[in-house]
């Protein structure tokens, strides 16, 4: 590989037992988009969600089980290769999601079994937990909303205000951080039956989008960084009414990407991803194409320079895209990688990444 032909480090979570490979490590080619195979590692049941700190020193996954846990590893310096040094309990049932918040000093968890949490992280990337809130409430949706369901944890992005999107009660959970310590503010409420999903804020902080799992949305909502409002005014479809209607759509991942320019959602069931256009004067949205994730269930996808990744559950394979660098349009590069249950995609930080016309 040249130096043009630049190795862009990911990890890959997926559901699997303690005593399988669950946890890989990757690379893409940033010229070609082929993917390779690194290494893997056991040890941990269900790694769902990882996420890598903004100093990429470490690594930390979610192990989503009963009694869940967040695993902590070490990055080596030049091979980038993940060791383990540490577990923490997550403090709730199903952790789904993990996120560090932009000055890397606390990791955030989302429990879908009801809680939040957040810890801090010590010399060494040790994690220490320092505080935690149950959710309460319950939905329209008889058996995806009989209680609440934390199914993310993002930050701000200057890091003021902490976003918690409840599946299971429409809402999105507002919190600040005083000591260290989680305080929630005022919900943001939803629509009804929306079961909101993945929020990303967009690069100038003006906007951010989030999936409706259940009813099969996107919602555009204006951000006001004083008070750490949300306030919604665009939903688009997913997909086509009738599609929309079959229980058997769910909408998953929502990623900006990093010029801004356009928004993807992950639609599992209908197995593609949808694209859409934003105005960058008001942050609206225009459905510009669906396409085949190239695989059965997409459930996570991540922007990688000038492709996009997409990790589809149920047929074991994740995908490269080029992102089309004139009107953001997804086209296969003919790479992929056979993983058992592939369910994130997580890429290494890159120090250069301002660069990114993508």
């Not at 070609?32 to 049941?45: C, D, Q």
């Not at 356009?262 to 609206?284: E, H, K, M, P, W």
Request: proline residues 7%; glycine residues 10%; negative net charge.
């Amino acid at each position: 590989m040249t130096a043009v032909e630049r190795a862009r480090h990911f990890y890959v979570g997926t559901y699997a037992s303690e005593e399988e490979e669950g946890l890989f490590h990757c690379t893409l080619n940033e010229k070609t988009g082929e993917l390779h195979f690194v290494s893997a590692m056991g040890g941990i049941e269900n790694p769902s969600y990882l996420t890598v700190c903004p100093n990429r020193t470490h690594l930390y996954a979610a192990s989503e089980k009963d009694y869940g846990e967040v695993v902590a590893y070490t990055l080596d310096p030049e091979t980038f290769e993940p060791h383990r040094h540490g577990r923490t309990a997550s403090e709730g049932a199903a952790p789904c999601f993990v996120s560090a918040t932009p000055n890397g000093k606390i990791l955030l968890a989302a429990n879908y079994g009801g809680s939040v949490s957040a810890f801090s992280i010590r010399a060494h990337g040790v994690l220490e937990q320092v505080s935690c809130v149950q959710h309460s409430g319950s939905g329209i949706h008889p058996q995806r909303q009989d209680s609440a369901h934390p199914h993310a944890f993002v930050p701000s992005p200057d890091g003021t205000f902490l976003f918690a999107p409840d599946l299971g009660t429409d809402r999105i959970a507002r919190y600040t951080l005083e000591d260290e310590r989680l305080f929630k503010q005022e919900d943001i409420e939803l629509p009804a039956g929306t079961g909101p999903r993945t929020l990303a804020f967009h690069p100038d902080g003006r906007w951010a989008y989030i999936s409706g799992e259940l009813n099969n949305t996107v919602t555009a909502l204006e951000y006001e960084p004083q008070s750490g409002g949300l306030t919604a005014f665009q939903c688009e479809a997913l997909l086509p009414a009738e599609q929309a209607a079959d229980p058997a759509n769910t909408a998953a991942h929502t990623a900006v990407s990093p010029c801004g320019k356009y928004v993807y959602v992950s639609n599992r069931g209908d197995d593609s991803i949808t694209q859409f256009a934003v105005d960058l004067s008001d942050g609206r949205l225009s459905p510009v194409e669906r396409v085949s994730s190239g695989g059965r269930i997409p459930r996570h996808f991540a922007i990688m320079g000038g492709f996009l990744v997409a990790a589809n559950q149920e047929s074991g394979r994740i995908v490269s895209f080029a992102i089309g660098a004139e009107d953001g349009r997804l086209t296969p590069t003919g790479y992929a990688l056979e993983l058992s249950r592939p369910v994130c995609i997580c890429p290494m930080p890159e120090a250069d990444s301002a660069d990114w016309t993508f």
